[in-house]
């Protein structure tokens, strides 16, 4: 019962540690936002939409970091690694840059799921993500290689080939 408590202290003081960064941060550009407010016309449509690709991508996100976590036979039902993925997101705020995985992986164990296997499934799928990117990139811009530097086409399908390999 004590330790629970302990838990949820430590809890709202770490709520609390990124409220005060998230408000720092805003501080010194409130002014400059005051006043950029009085001048849009926000197209709603266009937000909403790009709400939902937001929303879709982050719930892509979640579910892959899920099937990740299955293959280290970790898993978390859907709510639960949404809640730790979405919460230890917040840390991604707070100076230092260690808090997003230490957070994550605290969650995760929390619901019975190894700490290695949370923040190492997380980290193999920005790797992933991270590649992918890469490999879009290459395939998608060979062409402005090309007018760049003759051959370029070549180097840049040679790594796109070197890092599909490493991702597999």
Known sequence: ?????IWIAVQIAFVALVLFFVARALQGQWLNVGERVRLLRPDWTGIGAGSLLVLGAYA???QTWRLMLAAWNAPLSPREATVVWFVSNLAKYVPGGI???TALGAMAQRR????VAAAGSSLAVNLINIITG?????????NVLA????GATGVAIALAVVLALGAL
């Open 112 to 115: 019975g799921v190894s700490t």
């Open 60 to 62: 892509i996100l979640v």
């Open 99 to 101: 808090w997003q995985i």
């Open 134 to 142: 890469f490999l879009v990139v290459f395939a998608t811009g060979s």
């Open 147 to 150: 007018t760049w530097r003759p």
């Open 1 to 5: 019962m004590r330790g629970n408590r």
